[in-house]
């Protein structure tokens, strides 16, 4: 009981592998880090928006000038000429429609209306008479009729248009400088589309894409008329190409929008997909792990007397038909496992859980089963020619032999045979399609055969890679995976050799980290202590007696120096943590940058006198304006100023830059260095670290990681470089707002 068990287990763990690994070949580019707008069913949708949005409102066709394009075939005056029968017929059925109206006139002695009647007949025939005498004249009816289905059709479109679901656009003609808007630009973005030179401008054409070929309309009656492609061609303006954005509201996406269900329907599926490819993975490990197969599961049974029993005939089918079950229903679950974990309801659930059982776990055990003795039973000498000999196809071939002792009735007997059952197949094919044995024959000549050995082909090579995955598991990253053609399979061995270098790096990074962190404690510990041993020194030589009034001051004057230090160490410290977790706010406001780096010049001045630096400043005249918290961009600019004071060499300039680059503000600082700092300059971003690595200098070592985490927080980049001791950094923050 316990070995059947263990096999039902691992065939479900297999069965669940086998209809993953199809699923999350096909579903992992479009779900995997995808959102519901980067699926084709949004993108098919703004499209829509984008063509109705420029046939009725950015480009949009004047009816007027539309009817003077119209055309008429040759064809369409036969059709119209002769759409109610010949001449004669059209002239009697008109007779015969007035010919009782006319009689009961008479009867009633009602002259005007019987003048009435009679001379409307009489126009409708001489309108008839003159559709097979001139085609001017029906062409003419023709081009009336088409101009005012195409007008109403124009002016519906451009008044009475309306979107799938609410858009926002701001967009202006990039030639004409046109603009057209509509909606509130400040809406809370679900989605928004930027058109510019860079990106692509918004092509707006007169016509939707599903009426650039041809117009048809539904006459009374439900004949149609129709505007060719040629006219609409001719009718249509030139495409007008826009800048700006379209966006599209965030309420759409939420509960109760016009998008929420598809929208839910995307992240489910996609969550779904995460947990199951994360099972199949589960399974994968556990495969080739702890539930490895044991020949055990399936030859220490009472099932293999009674299947042994079976001709290899019998066995032979029993296993194509798993064979060909397993893989119908795997390719087919496949397809539809996400939709079932993501929207199935419970009773749904139990129906594919019992589908799953009987057409995957069952048959993956039958395989399973088969094969095993398969191979146990014909390892046995002489025991596979004796199942063949004992085949029930050798025993039909004997008979077919004997049948044919007399060839005249083994012929008939044959054709006979063939007959029925071509019969059989052309009564089944019959319902289905009348060239049904010709497909047949040509997919499995032209089709079957090819896909198995493609087929066979990935099998072999999905094992290499699984094999190879195996080795990765256990910690050997030296071997790459090949990589064979292009196929999923390949990608899918590219991502794995993309991911094992991931997993170098990262264990290569790990170790940096442990460094630093070392340095970081050492760091934090020498740099309080140091200060803190000050004041415990001086309060104790305070405590003395017969110290001079001068000696007191002096000592009371280091303490509150150290103090000072001390306090600016934890303030610093606190204020890296706050960064750090995201617990500092940013007041924004709109900040003249070149008025705040004058102050925090203007700040330091005394000190860079002092220094003996020669400082050199280029900014702009004009307010170069940026929305930030004023009080944190100055703590930027005055830490990287202090950081220049302090460690540039001494009678050397400095050099400060504050300018304009597009829609961004440049701040630079370039100084030849006091220190040798080496060449990894990303570490002099971490906390407590100092050029002057002997620590003689004031400062906390957290300057440059505030400035860092500042600049961060307000959207911008901050980059250093080094050139033997020309020390740089570089500050690009938003500006304009």
């Known amino acids: 009981m316990k070995q059947k068990g263990l096999l039902i287990l691992w065939s479900t763990l297999v069965a669940l592998l ?64 002769n759409r109610y029968g010949t001449l004669s017929e059209q002239l009697a059925n008109i007779h015969a429609q007035y010919a ?49 289905y195409l007008k109403s059709y124009l002016v519906e479109m451009k008044e009475n248009y309306t979107f799938t679901f609410p858009v926002v656009y701001q967009l202006k003609d990039i030639e004409t400088g046109e603009e057209f808007s509509s909606g509130d630009p400040h809406v809370l973005v679900g989605y928004e589309k930027t058109f510019d030179s860079s990106s692509g401008y918004l092509r707006a054409r007169s016509l939707p894409s599903s009426d650039q070929h041809e117009l048809t309309f539904t006459r ?114 496949s397809h539809n496992v996400i939709n079932v974990f993501s929207t199935g309801s419970l009773e749904r659930w139990i129906i594919e859980a019992f589908m799953f059982v009987i057409f995957g776990v069952l048959m993956v055990s039958v395989l399973a089963f088969q094969i095993m003795n398969g191979i146990e039973r014909w390892k046995k000498p002489g025991v596979f020619e004796k199942d063949l000999l004992d085949s029930y196809t050798l025993l039909f071939f004997s008979a077919l032999q004997g049948m044919f002792l007399k060839s005249s009735i083994g012929v008939q007997s044959f054709v006979l045979l063939i007959g029925f059952f071509l019969a059989g197949i052309g009564f089944v094919g019959m319902f289905l399609d009348p060239f049904f044995m010709l497909i047949y024959f040509f997919c499995v000549l032209f089709l079957g055969f090819p896909v198995l050995f493609v087929f066979i082909r990935r099998v072999a090579y999905l094992n290499k890679i699984l094999v ?28 794995l050799n993309n991911l094992r270098e991931g997993v170098r790096n990262s264990m290569s990074e790990q170790a940096k980290s442990e460094r630093l962190k070392t340095e970081l404690i050492t760091n934090v510990s020498h740099d309080l202590r140091t200060p803190l041993t000050s004041i415990i020194t001086y309060t104790d030589l305070l405590k003395k007696e017969g110290l001079s009034p001068e000696e007191k001051a002096q000592y009371v004057d280091i303490l509150d120096k150290k103090s000072q230090r001390l306090k600016t160490l934890i303030e610093d410290l606190f204020e890296v943590s706050k960064m750090a977790s995201g617990n500092l706010e940013l007041h924004k406001q709109r900040v003249d940058l070149t008025q705040l780096l004058q102050q925090a010049l203007a700040e330091h001045a005394e000190d860079i006198a002092k220094s003996g630096l020669d400082f050199r400043t280029d900014m702009p005249e004009e307010p170069l304006i940026s929305y930030v918290d004023g009080q944190r961009w100055w703590r930027v600019l005055d830490n990287l100023i202090v950081n220049a004071v302090k460690y540039s060499l001494p009678g050397t300039r400095v050099y400060v830059t504050l300018r304009k680059m597009g829609d961004t503000a440049e701040f630079v600082v370039k100084n030849i260095t006091k220190y040798e700092l080496g060449e990894n300059v990303d570490e002099l971003f971490e906390r ?38 020309l020390f740089k950094v570089t500050v690009v923050v938003p500006a304009g707002y």
């Open 18 to 81: 086998l209809v993953a690994a199809p699923s999350c070949i096909r579903l992992s580019s479009q779900l995997f880090g995808k959102d519901f707008t980067d699926s084709e069913e949004f993108q098919w949708r703004m499209d829509e928006v984008y063509d109705t949005l420029g046939a009725a409102v950015l480009n949009p066709i004047d009816p007027d000038e539309a009817v003077k394009h119209i055309t008429v075939s040759p064809e369409e005056i036969e059709e119209h000429r």
């Open 100 to 148: 009782d109206q006319i009689a009961e006139a008479k009867e009633a002695g009602n002259d005007k209306v019987l003048t009435a009647l009679v001379k409307e007949r009489d126009a409708k025939m001489e309108d008839i008479q003159q559709n097979f005498e001139s085609d001017a004249h029906v062409e003419e009816k023709i081009r009336k009729e088409k101009a005012k």
């Open 220 to 333: 009374p009656g439900n004949s149609d008329v129709a505007v060719s492609d040629y006219d609409l061609m001719n009718m249509q303006n030139p495409p007008r190409q826009f800048e700006g954005t379209v966006i599209v509201p965030k309420s759409v996406f939420a509960k109760g929008g016009m998008l929420y269900y598809e929208y839910s329907n995307f992240n489910k599926s996609k969550y779904a997909a995460y947990i199951f490819w994360a099972i199949a993975i589960i399974s994968v490990i556990l495969l080739f792990t702890v539930m490895k197969f044991k020949k055990a599961w399936v030859l220490d049974t009472r099932v293999v007397d009674i299947y042994d029993r079976l001709k290899i005939d019998g066995k032979a089918a029993v296993f194509f038909l798993a064979a060909l079950t397993t893989m119908s229903y795997t390719q087919n679950m």
């Open 468 to 495: 190879a995955t195996e080795s990765m598991a256990a910690g050997r990253l030296n071997q790459d995976i090949k990589v064979e053609g292009k196929s999923p399979l390949a990608e899918h061995a590219r991502n």
């Open 688 to 725: 407590f670290k100092r050029a002057d690595t002997a620590r003689h200098t004031d400062g906390s070592g957290l300057g440059l990681a505030i400035a860092q985490s500042i600049v961060d927080m307000h959207h911008g980049t901050m980059k250093i470089e080094l050139d033997g001791d």
